[in-house]
Every structure is written in C-alpha cells, then in structure tokens.
C-alpha cells in the first residue's frame, strides 16, 4: 500500500506541476477553449428553453448538468439567470449550485498554485496523506 501511495502523490506532484507551469499561450489558449466552451453551453440551455416554450424535444436535466460539471458552469448560470430556465426547478437547481461551488474550489487552487509554485508540492504531500 506505501507504494501506492507513493505513486498518487508522485502523480499528483506532476499534474499539479504542469499548471503551475503553463506559459503564457497555454493559459490564453486555455481560457479560449474555457469561454467557447460556456458560449456552447449557453446555447445550449437556450435551445432547451426554446423548445420547453415550443413544447419541442427537450435535453435531459442530466446532460445539462453533466455540461455545466465538465466546465460550463458560467455558461449554466448565465443561461439559467439570462433565460430564466430552470431556476425554480428542484433538484437541478441546488446540484448546479454544488457544481459551482466545486469549481470554485478548484480555481482557487489553481490560482494558488500559479501564484505560489511551491504549493503544488505542499498540496502534493497534503491529498497524499488523505489516501
């Protein structure tokens, strides 16, 4: 089990390595893909909109979720405040709102590890003494 250990945080280390190692066209790249992303997830909840009102085939509440879960929480939230979609609707309201909180988890560490390099390898031993 020592060695399984061993690799996760080795694991970890280099994962968190990369980020905090991005250059300057990385990151731009990488917040364009972010935002084209969320421009479709936008879209999208627009679409399911349009076709509730036109009592059309809708897109399932689980994809729309699981599109919001792999990044496009902005676009989700401002599809849902914008449009006004889903925004009384149980449980998808509170699921996407624990998303959201999840990923501002994880930007906040990104941002730290960008700031503060040494963190990645603080962060490393931390997740590895959870396992």
């Known amino acids: 089990m020592g060695s399984r250990q061993g690799f996760r945080s080795k694991a970890t280390l ?3 390595r990369q980020i905090s190692e991005m250059t ?3 990151f731009a790249i990488a917040i364009l893909i972010f935002a084209l992303y969320n421009v479709i997830v936008f879209c999208t909840f627009w679409w399911d ?6 009592g059309e085939w809708r897109i399932s509440e689980s994809t729309l979720l699981g599109l919001a879960f792999l990044g496009g ?4 939230v401002i599809g849902q405040r914008v449009l006004r979609h889903k925004t ?10 624990a ?6 988890v994880c930007l906040v560490v990104a941002l730290l590890l960008l700031i503060c390099p040494d963190a990645a ?4 031993v931390a997740l590895s003494s959870l396992v």
């Open 14 to 16: 280099t994962s968190l």
């Open 24 to 26: 300057p066209t990385d």
């Open 49 to 54: 909109k349009d076709a509730a009102r036109n």
């Open 73 to 76: 929480t902005p676009g989700a």
């Open 88 to 97: 009384r609707k149980e449980p998808f309201r509170s699921i996407l709102r």
């Open 99 to 104: 998303i959201c909180i999840t990923h501002g």
């Open 121 to 124: 390898r603080l962060l490393a």
